[in-house]
């Protein structure tokens, strides 16, 4: 799909939504659910080994495709100057850490996943891209994002390199470990924190009871005035709607056969999620677009959420 068609809003959101309430075949996706009736849930370890058996299961890289619409979302990843830290939430195999590393060669990009390897193809693919800033620029570290907080190395760079040396931990596994002896985020040299998280198709796929506190972390580990890029499922999206019955484990909320899961978030749960964690918000909408599937000649109607929110300035 091209970038350019990522922008276009080919449907009102509404009109789906009103379509979708008077269609009697989709009712279940609308039934308030009753959270005891749920055999889905799971210690929060269990979440993430879904996760990384699902990696596991497709390590070839199947999944990979180049988000090259990203920087067109989210121009601040092109123009930030030098020196600007990001890091991706769940990166999985890359997809989105690619981009960005393109984008902007003053970008340094921490990634991190559950799953390690995830991970390893995401070097995998950095490597193969064949460009040697990259390899400097990107650091990829384990990290369950749903049960601890972001290691301290991440808040400041003049700690970390205090404490670390010169050198980043590049090896995959030792840099998703706590690291002991790192100054705390409050000593009085750091300010603390990155330039952007972008969180990109993560957020749905932990529980909803988890996303405040994850999203809490996400917002601790931001400089004042940095900005964390969202992109997720849509509530009514075409892949909400293919669920069976059978599939849903809460309001808006499914399991894959594989225990993956996945949410639809509508603006109202964005919104209340992300102020609730101390956020404003700069941009929130839906991204309404037809794409045509060639083999089936189906049009299919897909409903993503586009949000840009910021940590308050000092
Ligand atoms: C749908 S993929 C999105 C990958 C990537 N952000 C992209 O743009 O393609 C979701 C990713 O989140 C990771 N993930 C799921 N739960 C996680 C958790 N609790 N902590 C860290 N990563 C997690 C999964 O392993 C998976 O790679």
């Given at each position: 799909m091209e970038a350019e068609e990522y922008f276009s809003k080919d449907f009102e959101w509404e009109d789906l939504k009103s379509e979708i309430e008077n269609d009697p075949s989709f009712q279940y996706h609308l039934l308030p659910f009753d959270p005891s009736s749920s055999s889905a849930i799971r210690p929060p370890e269990e979440e993430s080994n879904a996760w990384r058996k699902f990696h596991s299961r497709?390590?070839?890289?199947?999944f990979f495709k180049e988000r090259r619409y990203l920087l067109k979302e989210f121009p601040e990843l092109v123009s930030c100057?030098?020196?600007?830290r990001v890091l991706e939430v769940g990166c999985g195999n890359g997809s989105t850490a690619l981009p960005i590393l393109r984008g902007n060669e003053n970008v340094t990009l921490y990634a991190c996943d559950c799953s390690s390897e995830a991970l390893e193809y995401a070097r995998e693919m950095v490597d193969a891209s064949n460009v040697a800033s990259f390899q400097h620029?990107?650091?990829?570290?384990v990290?369950?994002?749903?049960?601890?907080?972001?290691?301290?190395w991440l808040f400041c760079s003049p700690c970390r390199k205090t404490s670390l040396g010169q050198s980043f931990p590049s090896d995959i596994k030792e840099a998703g470990r706590t690291l002991t002896g790192v100054p705390s985020k409050e000593t009085s040299c750091c300010l603390g924190g990155l330039d952007f998280v972008t969180l990109i198709f993560?957020?749905?796929?932990?529980?909803?009871?988890?996303?405040?506190?994850?999203?809490?972390?996400?917002?601790?580990?931001?400089?004042?005035g940095g900005f964390l890029l969202f992109r997720d499922y849509g509530l009514f999206d075409m892949t909400m709607l293919r669920f069976e019955l059978d599939k849903r484990v809460g309001f808006c909320e499914y399991m894959r056969s594989d225990g993956t899961r996945s949410y639809f978030f509508s603006l109202e749960t964005v919104r209340d999620l992300f102020v609730r964690a101390g956020f404003i918000e700069v941009e929130l909408d839906y991204c309404c677009i037809k794409s045509l599937n060639r083999k089936k000649g189906k049009s299919m109607r897909r409903v993503w959420v586009h949000g840009?929110?910021?940590?308050?300035?000092l």
């Open positions: 497709h390590y070839t890289g199947k100057g030098k020196g600007s620029r990107f650091h990829p570290f990290f369950d994002f749903s049960l601890s907080s972001f290691p301290d993560t957020l749905s796929a932990i529980p909803l009871h988890m996303m405040p506190s994850a999203l809490m972390k996400c917002f601790s580990v931001l400089k004042p840009k929110f910021q940590k308050p300035p």
